[in-house]
């Protein structure tokens, strides 16, 4: 169990250097061939952290924590390492030091902080008031109603402290219903197919990416405004599904350790993308160029 669970935060951990790569598509306002194929690579791997999200679920779930001791050991590890980074980064940045610890936006990989502080702090109330089914389906309908409807992005407008967990609940008590019934779900994830997941994986990409390429460039190719609140959520759960069939094989040694380091590697990373960025752009490679995804990819797969 706890080999998936490492080999799983290895694949989280690359999907998210990934979409870091490929999402500096975002400062081309042009679409091209380079710039469309990023934008479909960004949104087929943007299942990275609801992917960790759904892990820290699992994991809670399976060490079950007395409540002091679980708020001191989760707290002993994140809040150090979020306000040296958010001081690290907010000095990289050249952003206010107070205001990036107060508002996690010292870089744009630490509003991840805000989510999971949040989703600790009610990790105790979820298990009080876990029902199974009941709970997980409450949870997609939190989720999809304070990040879906329009009329509930008010919310949006409280500090992140306050709301940003709720982007993520939905993964969270996933983790934790997958942990409560983990051997039915191996059985049935072992027993299929992985073409069966493969498939409505990619008409799920397919979407997403249409979507994108709606909202970044105005290209329009079919209307689904109605299928757009759950194609995100139903994309990724079957995406870690198919992270799961692979993390349970035997993976690589390098592998092994990228999953042990995740943590680290998670806060560490965008200084070496920015710092690559800045060397390729005395070279004048830019986010316009091919070769300016491959060099920042590989250099920054190579490096861990």
Not at 112 to 118: E, M, Q, T
Not at 206 to 229: C, D, E, H, K
Request: proline letters at 4%.
């Amino acid at each position: 169990m706890f080999r998936e669970v490492q080999n799983l935060r290895a694949i989280a951990i690359l999907a998210v250097i990934l979409i870091h790569v490929t999402a500096k598509f975002t400062a081309v306002g042009s679409l091209t061939y380079v710039t469309g194929t990023a934008l479909v690579l960004d949104t087929g791997v943007q299942f990275a952290v609801p992917l960790f999200i759904c892990i820290s679920g699992f994991v809670l779930t399976i060490k079950n924590y007395p409540l002091s001791t679980f708020y001191f050991k989760r707290g002993s590890l994140i809040l150090p390492a979020y306000l040296l980074f958010s001081v690290i980064y907010a000095a990289y940045f050249h952003h206010p030091i107070l205001e990036s610890i107060l508002n996690a936006n010292g870089s744009y990989h630490l509003p991840f902080f805000a989510a999971i502080f949040g989703l600790y702090l009610f990790y105790p109330v979820i298990m009080r008031l876990y029902f199974g089914k009941i709970t997980l389906l409450v949870s997609l309908l939190i989720q999809l109603y304070f990040w879906q409807i329009p009329y509930a992005f008010w919310l949006q407008k409280l500090p992140i402290w306050l709301y940003y967990w709720t982007w993520t609940i939905f993964y969270f008590v996933l983790g934790i219903y997958v942990c409560k019934n983990y051997v039915k779900f191996q059985k049935t994830l072992e027993s299929l197919p992985m073409i069966w997941l493969i498939l409505p994986a990619l008409a799920l990409w397919s979407l997403m990416a249409l979507r994108w390429l709606n909202i970044y460039y105005g290209v329009r190719f079919i209307q689904t405004v109605s299928l757009n609140p759950l194609i995100d959520p139903a994309l990724y759960v079957i995406q870690f599904g198919i992270a799961y069939k692979i993390a349970s094989r035997e993976i690589s040694q390098v592998l092994k350790n990228v999953g042990d380091y995740s943590f680290g590697i998670y806060l560490i990373h965008v200084l070496i993308l920015e710092e690559t960025v800045q060397v390729l752009s005395q070279y004048n490679v830019d986010c316009t160029d091919v070769i300016f995804y491959i060099i920042l990819s590989s250099f920054s797969f190579r490096l861990l």
